[in-house]
C-alpha cells in the first residue's frame, strides 16, 4: 500500500498536481479535484470528514491516502492590547509559540520556523532553549491554518517570521510555506504583507532573493557595528554585518531593519549615528523595538525618553524610523518567553533544576 502523503507540506501548485494524478487514478470526475484542494488551506477543513461535500467513501479513502496532520493548542493568552499568544504542540511534544497582532483593520501573525534556535542572541529568550529541530513546511503554515479553524475572522492579514528560529537556516521548509502563505490557492497573502525576518544568514538571503514575488526582507540588525554586534548576536562571527548588508543592497525587495534597544549596549550616539548611514545607503526603514522586559536577562531596556530622542536623530539624518509599541505587556508576548516561562513552571513542578544561560 502507498505511504500516506502530507498534502499540507507542498506548495498549492504540486499538492493540485497530486490531488488531480490520484483523482485521475481513482477514475473520479475531475471537480472532485478542486473539491479537494480548496480544503487544504483556503476554506481548510479539521479533518475530511468535515468536508461534506465529497461523499462519505471517498472522506474515508482521503483520511487514509492524504491525512491532514494538526497542531494542537496548548495555551491561548489574550492580552488586554488584543494581542493573542498560541502555545501550539507538535507531534513529538515539542512546543512554539506565535503571536496574533491586530492593529487599525490589519491581524498581524508572527509565525515560528523552527522550535528553539541554535543562534545564541543574548536578548532573546528563544536563543536561552538552543535548537530542538526545524519545523516542517505544513507545521510553519499550520499555525495559520489552525488560527483559522478556530475561528475564520481571525484569518491573518499579514504574516510576519519573526517568531521562534531563524527562518532562513529552515529555508526548504521556509521556502514552500511562502508559496502557501502566498498562491491564491493557498492562503493568498499578498507577498508585500508577508516579511521573512533573519539576523543575516546570507546563502538564505541570497534564495529568498531569487524568488519573483515582492516578500519584504527585514534584518535583525541590533548593532549597527560589527565589532559591537558580535557581543549581542554570536552570528556576526559567522555573516559579518557588512556581507550581510552587501548582500541586502542587491535586493528589489523593500527591507527594514530591525533593532531592539538596550540600555548602554546599543544605544549610544555613535550607535545612531552608523545606523542612520547604513539605512541611508540602503533606503531601509527602521523599526526600534523596546527590549521586552522579562525576556532577556541582565539586559535593560532603554528608557522611553532615550528611544524618542534616538528615532529623532534617525529622522533628523533622513531615516524613515518608527518607535513599534512593545505589544502584549501582560502576557508573555516577547518571542519564545512563554515556552520559557511553560517550561520553568513544568521544572518547577518537577524540582528540576532551570538553566537559562544562553546557548
Ligand atoms: S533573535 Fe532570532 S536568531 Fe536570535 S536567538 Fe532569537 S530566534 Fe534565534
Keep these: 500500500m502507498a505511504q500516506p502523503t502530507t498534502l499540507l507540506d507542498l506548495p498549492p501548485e504540486l499538492s493540485a498536481e ?17 473539491q479537494m484542494h480548496r480544503r487544504l488551506w483556503m476554506d481548510p477543513v479539521a479533518s475530511w470528514q468535515d468536508a461534506t461535500e465529497l461523499p462519505k467513501a471517498l472522506r474515508e479513502r482521503l483520511e487514509r491516502d492524504f491525512p491532514l496532520p494538526r497542531l494542537s493548542v496548548d495555551v491561548i493568552q489574550q492580552s488586554q492590547d488584543g494581542t493573542r499568544k498560541y502555545l501550539w504542540t507538535l507531534g513529538d511534544g515539542e512546543k512554539i509559540e506565535s503571536v496574533l497582532i491586530p492593529s487599525a483593520g490589519r491581524r498581524t501573525l508572527c509565525i515560528s520556523s523552527q522550535a528553539g534556535c541554535a543562534l545564541g542572541c543574548t536578548f532573546c529568550a528563544t536563543g536561552t532553549m ?3 529541530r526545524n519545523l516542517t513546511a505544513w507545521e510553519i503554515a499550520a499555525q495559520v491554518r489552525e488560527i483559522v479553524l478556530l475561528d475564520v475572522n481571525d484569518k491573518p492579514t499579514n504574516v510576519v517570521f519573526m517568531g521562534m528560529g531563524e527562518p532562513l ?28 525576518s533573519t539576523v543575516g544568514i546570507v546563502p538564505g538571503m541570497k534564495a529568498l532573493a531569487a524568488r519573483p514575488e515582492q516578500f519584504r526582507l527585514a534584518i535583525s540588525m541590533h548593532s549597527p557595528k560589527g565589532a559591537d554586534r558580535i557581543g549581542i548576536m554570536p552570528i556576526e562571527k559567522r555573516y559579518p554585518l557588512k556581507e550581510v548588508l552587501d548582500v541586502a543592497a542587491t535586493f528589489h525587495k523593500r527591507v527594514t531593519f530591525e533593532y531592539v534597544l538596550i540600555a548602554g549596549v546599543n544605544d549610544r550616539d555613535d550607535d545612531a549615528a552608523v545606523l542612520a548611514s547604513h539605512a541611508r545607503r540602503m533606503g531601509a526603514h527602521v523599526n526600534l523595538l523596546p527590549l521586552h522586559p522579562g525576556g532577556a536577562p541582565g539586559l535593560v531596556p532603554t528608557a ?20 513599534r509599541r512593545s505589544r502584549g505587556l501582560d502576557i508573555d508576548a516577547a518571542c519564545g518567553q512563554l515556552r520559557v516561562q511553560m517550561e520553568k513552571k513544568r521544572r518547577a513542578d518537577h524540582q528540576e533544576p532551570v538553566d537559562a544561560t544562553p546557548s
Design 18 to 34: 497530486r490531488i488531480r494524478a490520484w483523482v485521475a487514478g481513482e477514475k473520479l470526475p475531475a471537480y472532485r479535484a478542486e
Design 130 to 132: 538552543g535548537l530542538r
Design 169 to 196: 537556516v529552515n529555508w526548504p521548509a521556509v521556502d514552500a510555506t511562502l508559496s502557501i502563505l502566498n498562491d491564491p490557492k493557498g492562503f493568498g497573502i499578498g507577498a508585500r504583507h508577508i516579511t521573512v
Design 304 to 323: 522611553p525618553a532615550r528611544i524618542r530622542e534616538f528615532c529623532q536623530f534617525l529622522v533628523d539624518q533622513g531615516v524613515e524610523a518608527v518607535v
